[in-house]
Nanobody
């Protein structure tokens, strides 16, 4: 079992930045792929991006490419989502999740609210 806790959400004006953190406890942090998702009011949950344990490779959806960066500190069992140039459409509850490579996401955090005002 992996327990994930997000933090760092809040309210910011358009063009601003926030950094979300997700700290894991329980089973070892490695070799999980860590993903970030978001869910806006009235919409389905959306995949934002992920970072792999091996090599630290990342992937982002087009809507956040060049603005969001995912990093991880395996020694601290923490993954980060740096969000720059935020837009009102980035407003959502953001979740981190963990999975073994090649499998579905199995562990989820409770979410943290990000609100971007215009």
């Amino acid at each position: 079992q992996v327990h994930l806790v997000e933090s760092g959400g809040g309210s910011v004006q358009a063009g601003g930045s926030l950094r979300l953190s997700c700290t894991a406890s329980g089973r070892t942090f490695s070799p999980y792929t860590m993903g970030w998702f978001r869910q806006a009011p009235g919409k389905d949950r959306e995949f934002v991006g992920h970072i792999m344990y091996t090599g630290g490779g990342t992937y982002y959806v087009d809507s956040v490419k060049g603005r969001f960066t995912i990093t991880r500190d395996n020694a601290k069992s923490t993954v980060y989502l740096q969000m720059n140039s935020l837009k009102p459409e980035d407003t959502a509850v953001y979740y981190c999740a963990a999975k073994f490579p090649g499998r579905a996401y199995e562990y989820w955090g409770q979410g943290t609210q990000v609100t971007v005002s215009s």
